[in-house]
Structure formats: structure tokens, C-alpha cells
């Protein structure tokens, strides 16, 4: 591991800053071969060990993650672009793999559907074996053992290499909420009537979210010697309404072979949202919401606002070489508990990218 100083970030910004003046000129190709300069130049200054400077030490030497994916029927509703829910998550688990980490990662990959879930890789520090892994997946019909699912992914990253410091990540793509975990399994539980943060004691919501915090799905109160796992979500809703007013919603199948989750979409200002996005918060992590009518999410679109631009790049350099906290969760793009290089790379190239720089930007004055 290796840190630069931050002149050079600055001199980076510099050139950035230039590309971005190319396309306000409208001269989109010189600008987009200006951001791949810049790119390969950061990539350069990477390659090149530097003497360390003034950063505190990183908290953390590795990240360990398991990527979950919900392979649920409803995931086969199709999207705007023609892709399935399930297609999409693929890619941004794909994506999410394929951007840069300072902390080595090492990733395993489970899905869950039915009554509970599938280990279909262990860890590993092989990006080229988890693609292969997420590549080789296809989507079910069954009901959503999330819960179930979750909890067990927990246990996993807190037995994991128990000699070093990892920083532990539940990396969650899904569009439906808890409804089919086996009675007596940990996590399983009851609806909360409460939303978030007031879930009820009992409740599958409830006790996830101990599970993440404390390690005990029943233990709501901070365990010192427990590392926390991240919760960094992926939410899949809002089904595309046709002209008649039907819409593309799935069935799930539950194992006596009867539907067992109406095709309704969970609206984004419901319970379901409030709750998975209070879980990532709660965690530190980070909460991403893919619409079916809308484009899917992309690193480094820090705000969400479905363009990666000069809005993005300065939030990253502002935070630049903080840890988070107390830098902004919202600037570590890669999600890795750094601001530093790897998550300008991301920014930098994912640029225009989001589906909707169209829209009128911002411009820096
Ligand atoms: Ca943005
Ligand atoms: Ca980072």
C-alpha cells in the first residue's frame, strides 16, 4: 500500500478541470480522449510508489465482502432498457468488482431464493474468477429468504480471516424485502409495524439490522470487540406502467407452487426503502436506488443525480486522503473506507456516465 501527496491530486485536478472545459465547448470526443489522458495518467502516478506522507494509517489491511444477490422471481421484471432487474444487478456488482480498491478485497459470491441462499464462490482475491462467478448466474422464480440469507453472510465475513484487520462488507442487491426465511432460522421474524429506526423488537427488520451492528440478531447494543458489517444496498423498484395501465411486475412461486408476492411495487417513499436505506446508514454504508424507469445507478455518481461530473469530482477532492469518517461517505466512491486515487479513477472514468448528463449540469463559476 501506498499514498501521494496531495500536490499531485492537485495537478490531477488541473487537468480534469481542463477536459471539463473541452465539453462545455461541446468538443465531446477531444474531451472524452482529454478524460482518458487523465485517467492513464492517474493510473501512471499510481503505478509509482511514493514516499508516505502526512495520512494517518488506514484503520483496516483488507476488505473483505460477500456480494449477495436476490435471484427471486420478481427479479426478472424488466427495466426502461430492456434489461431485467436481475441483468442490472449483475452489472453493478460487476461494475462495483471491476473499480479499484486500495484496501485489497477479497470477495465471495452467494444468492438467495427459495427458502435460503447459495454459496456460489468463496473469497477470493481473483477479480477475473468473481466475474466468472457473477457471469455464470441466472435468475430463479422463488420467494425471498432475505433475512435468513443475510444473517448467514454475517456469520461468514465475521469468521473470515480472523487473524487480520478486515473491513467487513455486505454488498446486497435486491427488490423485495423478507418473506420466505424458515421458521426458527436466525433473523426470521415478524413484519415491524414500527418503520425504521422504531422497528419492533422481534421483527426480522429488527433483528437484521442487530445482526449487522452487533453480530447477534438479538442483541441490539454495540459489542466492542465486534467489527461491524457494512451494509451497501442495491434497491431494485418501481415496475414500468404500460399505456393500459398494466405493469410489468413478477410473480413469486413458493414451494408448494402457489404466487405468493403480489406483483406491487414497493413505492420509493414506503417502508421498505425508509428501512433498507436506514440499514445501510446505520452500518455506513451506502443505499442505491435503481428504478425500473429510470437509468441504474453508477460508481461515482456520488449524489445520485444520474451524471458523473465536475459535482462528483469535487466532493472526491475535497475529502481527498481522509478516511471515512470523517471524510464524506458520499466521496469514497468505491465504497472502501478511503477518499484517495482509487475513487477519483472511478469518477474520472465513469465520466458523463449515468444517463442523464443531458440535463442541464452545473457549471463551476
Ligand atoms: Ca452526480
Ligand atoms: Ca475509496
Known amino acids: 500500500m501506498f499514498w501521494v501527496s496531495r500536490p499531485e491530486a492537485v495537478d490531477l485536478a488541473t487537468a480534469v478541470q481542463t477536459t471539463f472545459q473541452f465539453r462545455e465547448d461541446g468538443l465531446v470526443k477531444t474531451y472524452t480522449s482529454m478524460v482518458r489522458l487523465a485517467l492513464s495518467l492517474g493510473v501512471c502516478l499510481m503505478a509509482v510508489p511514493r514516499v508516505a506522507s502526512a495520512q494517518p494509517a488506514p484503520p483496516y489491511t483488507e476488505e473483505?465482502?460477500?456480494?449477495?444477490?436476490?435471484?427471486?422471481?420478481?427479479?426478472?421484471?424488466?427495466?426502461?432498457?430492456?434489461?431485467?432487474?436481475?441483468?442490472?444487478?449483475?452489472k453493478r456488482a460487476r461494475d462495483y468488482v471491476e473499480t479499484v480498491s486500495t484496501l485489497p478485497r477479497h470477495i465471495a459470491v452467494w444468492s438467495f431464493e427459495g427458502t435460503s441462499y447459495?454459496?456460489?464462490?468463496?473469497?477470493?482475491?481473483?477479480?477475473?474468477?468473481?466475474?466468472?462467478?457473477?457471469?455464470?448466474?441466472?435468475?430463479?422464480?422463488?420467494?425471498t429468504p432475505l433475512a435468513f440469507s443475510a444473517c448467514a453472510a454475517v456469520d461468514e465475513l465475521k469468521s473470515y480471516r480472523t487473524t487480520v484487520l478486515g473491513r467487513k462488507k455486505l454488498r446486497l442487491s435486491?427488490?423485495?424485502?423478507?418473506?420466505?426465511?424458515?421458521?426458527?432460522?436466525q433473523c426470521q421474524g415478524g413484519e415491524s409495524v414500527g418503520g425504521y429506526p422504531n422497528l419492533d423488537p422481534g421483527s426480522w427488520q429488527w433483528k437484521v439490522l442487530n445482526k449487522l451492528r452487533t453480530g447477534?440478531?438479538?442483541?441490539?447494543n454495540p459489542?466492542?470487540?465486534?467489527?461491524?458489517?457494512?451494509?451497501?444496498?442495491?434497491?431494485?423498484t418501481t415496475y414500468i406502467t404500460d399505456f393500459n395501465g398494466s405493469h410489468s411486475g413478477a410473480y413469486e412461486w413458493s414451494?408448494?407452487?402457489?404466487p405468493t408476492w403480489s406483483p406491487v411495487a414497493l413505492p420509493v417513499e414506503g417502508p421498505a426503502v425508509r428501512y433498507l436505506g436506514g440499514?445501510?446508514?446505520?452500518?455506513?454504508?451506502?443505499?442505491?436506488?435503481?428504478?425500473?424507469?429510470a437509468p441504474a445507478p453508477v460508481f461515482g455518481d456520488t449524489n445520485q443525480d444520474g451524471c458523473v461530473n465536475i459535482t462528483d469530482y469535487d466532493l472526491v477532492m475535497a475529502n481527498f486522503g481522509l478516511t471515512?469518517?470523517?471524510?464524506?461517505?458520499?466521496?469514497?466512491?468505491?465504497?472502501?473506507?478511503?477518499?484517495?486515487?482509487?475513487?477519483y479513477t472511478v469518477v474520472v472514468a465513469n465520466w458523463g456516465l449515468g444517463g442523464r448528463c443531458a440535463l442541464p449540469q452545473p457549471v463551476r463559476e
Open 118 to 143: 447459495i454459496r456460489h464462490q468463496a473469497f477470493s482475491t481473483s477479480a477475473t474468477t468473481t466475474l466468472n462467478t457473477l457471469n455464470s448466474l441466472g435468475v430463479g422464480q422463488g420467494v
Open 255 to 258: 414451494e408448494k407452487g402457489e
Open 223 to 236: 459489542v466492542p470487540t465486534f467489527i461491524q458489517v457494512i451494509a451497501d444496498i442495491d434497491f431494485f
Open 216 to 220: 447477534d440478531a438479538t442483541n441490539p
Open 174 to 185: 435486491s427488490d423485495g424485502l423478507e418473506n420466505s426465511s424458515p421458521v426458527g432460522t
Open 324 to 343: 471515512v469518517p470523517p471524510g464524506n461517505r458520499l466521496a469514497d466512491v468505491n465504497g472502501d473506507g478511503l477518499v484517495d486515487y482509487s475513487d
Open 64 to 90: 473483505h465482502v460477500i456480494i449477495l444477490i436476490d435471484r427471486s422471481g420478481s427479479m426478472v421484471a424488466p427495466r426502461l432498457n430492456g434489461e431485467t432487474r436481475f441483468q442490472a444487478a449483475l
Open 279 to 293: 440499514l445501510s446508514s446505520a452500518t455506513g454504508g451506502r443505499f442505491s436506488l435503481a428504478l425500473d424507469n
